[in-house]
């Protein structure tokens, strides 16, 4: 049996594991742009224009209804949830207008 040549694995194995060149840096954005990015729910591979983010638990029912009211109107859950909420922010305004305002003055 022939032994095999593998005089050419070391030169392969060090151009797949060199590395590619440079990266281009990160755009980096402003405070004010990140939050108009954020607005848009497009944060995904922006540096710094990340979503704030809560660990919900609903009860069967509920998480129930948030699925298929999403699913029927083409959102994602996390799309429906704040469209469900900034419906009622704008209902209750005054209240939370109220709220902020006792908040600040403690």
Known sequence: MAK?????????????TA????????????????????ETMKTSGRKGCGMP?????????????IVT?????GETLTEFCNLVLSEHMEQHKEL????????NSL
């Open 19 to 38: 590395p590619q060149g440079a990266k281009k840096p990160r755009k980096e954005y402003t405070e004010q742009e990140a939050r108009e990015i954020a």
């Open 69 to 73: 009211m999403a699913r029927v109107r």
């Open 53 to 65: 983010r809560i660990n919900l638990a609903f009860r069967p029912a509920v998480y129930d209804y």
């Open 4 to 16: 095999k040549d593998f005089t050419q694995v070391d030169s392969v194995i060090a151009q797949v």
């Open 96 to 103: 939370y207008e109220k709220a902020i305002e006792f908040r």
